[in-house]
């Protein structure tokens, strides 16, 4: 039954026709076959020439590529002529309408519907058609046959331009900006089944085009209104954005989908595209006579954005590991578009909140209509993540001024960036331009353009006379336009010595005081010149409005040659009134904001759904470690001494002789060592010393005299004090005996001074402290300075691009502190502080500077602390700018200042003057009972041993917060020799009841020693209940050999711990018994 016959509704497929001839059903088999062998050859050819396995498979993944790409491009043509086709039911769809694919006449009111215009191009379609088969084939075909003789065979053998015409899916019109002309927006959307075939028979090459698709908005000016047909001056048209373009190839030009070279074919031909319709080129059609057609086709630019793009937040981290599992970071950049005009920032690696400082300056041709495009990616070694994007309409920046804001980024889940956009006007008078100049001294960009002041435009128009070539030929010139650095080429006029360019530049200066503009007209091989020009700005701006539009004769060149130029200045500049400003919202629906065919919308610059995302919050103050500020300081008076040793001896001590002694001081790891006072066993020093100290628990001054020797010093004597009798006491002025030697006292007066914040004390204690002098020159300190150093925040980047690695150096007089280096970062932090004496706080100044690891300067900051003595209770704590880098470079401290308050400021009278009342006020010396210094034969001042006997010294308290027990051994005195050398003493204990060994401790040994120095600490982990059940069992003993008849048990000691407050800790002498209780 024939084919036709079959019942409709009938659902599986029909067999085979069985009246097919044998001959159509052969032919079928062997189509078959051949296909299949077609598809085997490669494989085997393979397999016959060596070649390796990959190479079969590289040409499969072309090839696999090439088909996927073709078979997208076919899919897009076919869905974008259904669109246009079915215009109507897809605007009433609620499926579309969902997905914002509907025509910009949809979305927005201000763009009108002219479906008149699409019935009269559809029309008209197929005569249009035949005018460009014609211009082909009669005009364009003979011109490329003519240029190269390659090409001599070269013929369009198919022009169709198919049934689908142009539509242009809306038309905006502004009339608002200028009253003589006409501005109109074209929404152009074309996807037709154009077929185009070319071949060159020379070399049986086939090629061509089987749909296109071209997707843009078209702006056509019409200007000037005039008072005669045709009404306008002239048409002018471009594209203020490049416009999408999609093209299914045939023939040998098939190759150009293979994957890679498909987009690399696409740019090319949209530069081909850009370099004459997309801004700032433009295509101008003059329809009257005597038209000046230059400044139509090259205006003036509207104005100048001046981009400052600062940093970004909360980007999605792309680089993650284990398939993203561990979510790692990104390497973030930022690509930046005002129409041709692209910038690409710098990367940051391993940052989700980078931060780029970085300023560019663009030139805006056409406002309302353009818009900045930033592109945020991540950088990779193949192919860059995608980190999102933001729009700014250019027109909102021009109505506000300065923008500055966060912007929220498009089509990524998460991220903002934070952008300041300034506009700049164009002013024709230099009177504000060294305003401008000294403007942008102050401002510091990392890019190595400084910021601009002026903008030039030039129209370079033609040429008359020029030199002829060698052999009297005909020249092809070209003209180079040089300032500065930059060099921009005109196009080439070939054959000609009257070359037309009509070609226009235009160059950012930053002083045209200083500047030259220099021409270089030069054949088209740049190696014969044909004349120069050199012209200063200056004579530009003694012109009127900064213009010069006139012929110009040629140096070095024929004495006719000349040469048509415009110049116009124009000095840039931001007005005084401007403030950033939150441009107004404008309401979108949502959706990505795309009209059809996937031209952007007008978009809001605040983000989705026209909030702007609020600036991060930095902390107004500084938050210190509580102990911050909690140092004291410890004023130590070395007076004299009396009874000293003599040392040097004559004649093997037969004569007596003297010493010549100093003192060294130790504390907190600071030394402190006096003059040397010659041959005087009672010394007077008078010598001053001040450090500042943290207030920690047996914390001791150490005192040793030595007598000066030309080889090695001899002691004289040595004592210590423990910080905590001279806080408590606050003044001490007492002789100290010297300990290990037979005799000897030093005469100290020791201040734990206080530190108060009363400014009108601080007079007195200056007025008393201008009264003393002191042997070795110091000026006592009137007052402590502490200050923290958290953070700074804005820090300018390295000349290479790459965030510092920022260090601050802190200095007071002399004195310098430095701070660690952070990582990378334009907003580093320290927090760390640092303490310094000060002498006279009204006339000091503090400083800090901040450089990068390498040396580079990143800022400075001088604070007076006169300031300091200003502030509510002497603390200043806030950020405070930095000089010498960007305006927004800050850095966070805190200074604290507290006067030192000494009670001898007080005045002093003597104690049996009774009757002075009024000469001032008496202050007692504090003598403790338990300090009798005359008898002294230990370090301690801790404890008397009048009676001599064996001692040893334990400090033993309970950590809650650890939940440890502390036991230290710090030394013994007067114990009992064990021979004729005196003793090798160590120190064992165990706590019992426990006998285990986790319990037993032991100190080294000390050599010949009766009065031996552990100070050695043993820890255990007992809870403070555990604690108290024990009970210390210790032994010092004298180590002997195994031998030996030396007694090895000096003394012991038993001690329950529940006797002892283990919180607060004991620091104690105990004696020792030959035998336990």
Not at 931 to 946: E, K, P, T, V
Not at 1005 to 1023: A, C, G, H, I, S
Request: proline residues 6%.
């Amino acid at each position: 039954m024939p084919a036709s016959d079959a019942d409709p509704g009938s659902v599986a497929a029909a067999p085979a026709p069985p009246d097919q001839l044998p001959g159509e059903r052969a032919v079928s088999v062997l189509w078959s076959f051949g296909k299949c062998l077609a598809a085997l050859l490669p494989v085997y050819l393979a397999g016959y020439y060596g070649f390796s396995i990959s190479v079969v498979l590289f040409v499969l993944m072309i090839y696999m590529g090439w088909k996927h790409g073709r078979l997208e491009k076919m899919l897009r043509l076919k869905s974008a002529m259904y669109l246009l086709e079915n215009e109507t039911k897809i605007t009433t769809s609620k499926v579309f309408r969902t997905k914002m694919d509907m025509p910009p006449w949809v979305n927005f009111p201000d763009v009108e519907k002219v479906e008149w215009i699409n019935k009269t191009l559809q029309q008209a379609w197929p005569f249009i058609g035949q005018f460009l088969e014609k211009l082909l084939v009669e005009t364009i075909a003979p011109a490329i046959r003519a240029s190269s003789m390659h090409l001599q065979t070269l013929s369009f053998t198919k022009v169709n331009i198919g049934d689908k015409a142009l539509r242009v899916a809306g038309v905006k019109a502004h009339t608002e900006n200028d009253k003589r002309q006409v501005m109109l927006d074209l929404y152009l959307s074309y996807a037709g089944d154009v077929e185009v075939n070319v071949e060159i028979k020379k070399y049986f090459c086939k090629a061509g085009v089987k749909g296109i698709q071209l997707h843009g908005m078209l702006r056509v000016i019409l200007e000037p209104l005039i008072g005669d047909m045709p009404l306008v001056g002239a048409v002018t048209m471009f594209f203020i954005r490049r416009p999408k373009l999609d093209i299914n190839w045939t023939g040998l030009t098939n190759l150009l989908d293979i994957p890679g070279l498909n987009a690399m074919s696409d740019t090319l031909i949209m530069d081909a595209i850009a370099s004459h319709l997309v801004l700032p080129n433009r295509l101008t059609v003059p329809l009257v006579a005597d038209l000046h057609v230059a400044q139509l086709r090259s205006p003036l630019p509207r104005g100048v954005v001046r981009i400052h793009l600062l940093e970004a937040e909360d980007l999605t981290a792309k680089d993650t590991i284990i398939k993203g599992l561990i979510d790692g970071k990104s390497d973030p950049y930022a690509v930046l578009r005002v129409g041709t005009q692209i910038f690409t920032s710098h990367h940051v690696d391993n940052n989700l909140n980078p931060q780029w400082r970085e300023m560019y300056e663009v030139i805006v041709h056409e406002v309302p209509g353009q818009e900045l495009e930033v592109e945020v990616f991540d950088k990779d070694p193949d192919q860059d993540d995608f980190l999102g994007r933001v729009k700014v309409d250019l027109d909102i920046v021009k109505k506000a001024r300065v923008v500055e804001d966060w912007f929220n980024l498009k089509d990524v889940p998460t991220g903002s960036v934070h952008l300041r956009l300034e506009w700049l006007s164009l002013l024709s008078s230099a009177d504000r331009l060294s305003e401008v100049i000294q403007k942008n001294q102050d401002l510091t960009s990392k890019t190595a353009d400084p910021p601009s002041a002026a903008i030039l435009a030039i129209y370079l128009d033609q040429a008359y006379d020029l030199p002829m070539r060698k052999g009297n030929k005909d020249p092809s010139p070209i003209v180079q336009v040089s300032i500065q650095d930059t060099t921009k080429e005109s196009k080439t006029c070939y054959g000609t010595n009257r070359p037309v360019w009509e070609d226009a530049f235009t160059f950012f200066i930053q002083d045209p005081r200083q500047t030259d503009i220099d021409f270089q007209v030069k054949d088209d091989d740049r190696a014969l010149s044909l004349g120069s020009l050199s012209i200063p700005l200056t004579r530009i701006m003694a012109t009127p409005d900064l213009t010069m539009d006139q012929w110009f004769h040629l140096e070095n060149s024929d004495s006719a040659s000349r040469i048509y130029i415009k110049i116009v200045l124009r000095v840039l500049w931001l007005s005084d009134d401007a403030t950033p400003t939150t441009p107004s919202p404008r309401p979108l629906s949502s959706g990505s904001g795309m009209g059809q065919g996937g031209i952007p919308a007008e978009l809001n610059p605040m983000g989705p759904g026209g909030l702007a995302k609020p600036p991060p919050t930095r902390p107004q103050h500084t938050t210190p470690d509580p102990e911050f500020a909690t140092e004291g300081v410890l004023r130590i008076h070395l007076i004299e001494a009396q009874n000293l040793i003599a040392k040097d001896n004559f004649m093997g001590g037969i004569v007596k002789g003297k010493s010549d002694p100093y003192v060294k001081i130790r504390v907190a790891g600071i030394t402190f060592r006096s003059h040397t006072i010659k041959e005087n066993l009672n010394p007077l020093w008078n010598e001053l010393y001040e450090v500042i100290l943290t207030q920690l628990p047996g914390q001791e001054i150490h005192f040793e005299l030595f007598d000066k020797d030309i080889d090695q010093d001899d002691f004289l004597g040595r004592f210590k004090i423990n910080l905590r009798d001279i806080i408590s006491a606050q003044l001490i002025d007492l002789w100290y005996t010297l300990n290990d030697v037979k005799s000897g006292r030093v005469h100290l007066m020791l201040e734990w001074l206080p530190r108060v914040s009363d400014l009108p004390r601080l007079e007195q204690i200056l007025q008393y402290q201008s009264q003393q002098s002191y042997q070795n020159k110091v000026v006592p300190s009137t007052a402590v300075l502490f200050v923290y150093v958290e953070r700074a925040h804005g820090l300018p980047l390295k000349k290479n691009g790459k965030e510092p690695k920022a260090g601050a150096e802190i200095i007071l007089k002399g004195v310098t502190h430095k701070t660690k280096i952070c990582e990378r970062s334009t907003s580093p932090r320290w927090d760390e502080a640092f303490h310094y004496l000060v002498r006279d706080p009204r006339d000091e100044i503090l400083t800090v500077k901040l450089s990068h690891s390498s040396g580079q300067t990143l800022g400075s900051l001088t604070l007076p602390l006169r300031e300091v003595l200003l502030e509510p209770g002497m603390v200043l704590d806030r950020w405070l700018s930095l000089d010498g880098v960007l305006p927004e470079s800050q850095i966070l401290l805190r200074a604290t200042l507290r006067i030192l308050d000494t009670q001898l400021a007080a005045g002093r009278r003597d104690p049996g003057d009774a009757g002075n009342e009024g000469t001032g006020e008496f202050i007692p010396r504090w003598v403790p009972s338990h300090l009798d210094l005359r008898h002294r034969s230990g370090f301690s001042m801790a404890g008397d041993n009048a009676n001599g006997a064996s001692q040893v010294k334990l400090t033993i308290a309970h950590s809650p917060e650890e939940s440890r027990l502390f036991i230290t051994i710090h030394s013994c005195r007067a114990l009992a020799a064990c021979s004729k050398d005196g003793a090798d003493p160590y120190v064992s204990f165990i706590l019992l009841p426990d006998k285990k060994a986790t319990t037993k401790r032991r100190t080294g040994t000390k050599k010949r020693d009766l009065n031996p120095e552990f100070n050695e600490r043993f820890d255990f982990d007992f809870t403070l209940e555990e604690s108290t059940q024990r009970r210390l069992d210790l032994s010092v003993k004298n180590s002997v050999s195994f031998m030996s008849r030396e007694r090895d048990l000096i003394g012991k000691l038993q001690l329950d711990l529940d006797q002892i407050d283990l919180k607060a800790g004991v620091t104690q002498w105990y004696d020792l018994v030959a035998e336990a209780n």
